[in-house]
């Protein structure tokens, strides 16, 4: 407990920064939603002119006078791009950190088990992805609920941010298991945000061409899109299954990897 909440306080700065400029965006986002509701009309032929764009993130599928569907695409899209970089930066950084500071063999010389290390500090990666998520959550519901034009099936965004959460928290072990294998903590910032980035623009390429589709399983942003949650009432069995299997191999492999390394102190 005690290493936890020592990870909590360490963890602390960053996610208040990163919590405070992503309810900053979803505000200014938000507050657009009026003057999109007037060019509702325009908004459908300029879509028709960006077919590639519309398409590679579902935009196309979208009746953007709906404030879901406008929610979904012009925030949640990018607070899940915005929070899996922030995710993975922290699960990639977690571990590596401790051999970057030369911290690891204060850690080593406690009565504590590498297992107790990397439990620690996974459950310090889960709780500020959870928190994030659901101060996200339930700022954007307040939001939705000042400019909504119309009732808001709540189904639908709940699944949307469970969605979103199961993004991040798959980017954070990812970030986790590299962690074990990269000792400058500094190494891991462009891995991490080149890894999420790369993912997204798979993704979009993954919506825009029919030949490349089967790229969308090596897109998480492509597993819960709003436009899709809209369309099918709900998330994927198959594709929460995919994020859920990577998840646990990931920690799994983190937990089998790290006990058996070789730490120089």
């Given amino acids: 407990m005690t290493l936890f909440l020592r990870e909590m306080k360490r963890n602390r700065k960053a996610f208040i920064i990163w919590t405070l400029i992503l309810i900053g965006y979803s505000i200014m986002v938000m507050s657009m939603f009026p003057t999109m509701l007037e060019q509702a009309d325009q908004m459908k032929e300029y ?48 571990l590596s950190k401790e051999e970057s500071d030369k911290t690891i063999e204060f850690l080593l010389a406690k009565p504590i088990t590498r297992k107790s290390i990397v439990s620690a500090k996974l459950l310090c990666i889960l709780t500020y992805i959870v928190l994030i998520n659901v101060v996200y959550f339930l700022a954007s519901t307040i939001l939705i609920e000042i400019y909504k034009n119309k009732d808001v099936n709540m189904n639908y965004l709940i699944s949307m941010f469970i969605g979103s959460l199961l993004i991040c928290l798959m980017f954070a072990v990812v970030g986790m298991l590299i962690s074990v294998f990269i000792v400058k903590a500094k190494s891991v910032y462009p891995i991490a945000i080149g890894t999420v980035i790369g993912t997204f623009i798979i993704g979009g390429i ?60």
């Fill in 47 to 94: 879509l028709k002119s960006m077919k590639g764009w519309a398409s590679a993130f579902g935009a196309d599928q979208l009746d953007f006078a709906n404030i879901l569907s406008f929610f979904g695409v012009y925030s949640l899209l990018y607070f899940s791009l915005a929070a899996s970089i922030y995710s993975m930066i922290l699960g990639a950084s977690i």
């Fill in 206 to 265: 993954s919506g825009i061409s029919e030949d490349m589709k089967w790229l969308k399983y090596l897109a998480p942003f492509k597993y819960f899109e709003a436009s899709d949650i809209i369309e099918n009432k709900g998330l994927d069995p198959v594709y929460i299954s995919i994020a859920v299997l990577a998840a646990v191999v990931s920690i799994i492999c983190t937990y089998v990897f790290y006990c058996k390394k070789e730490i120089k102190v």
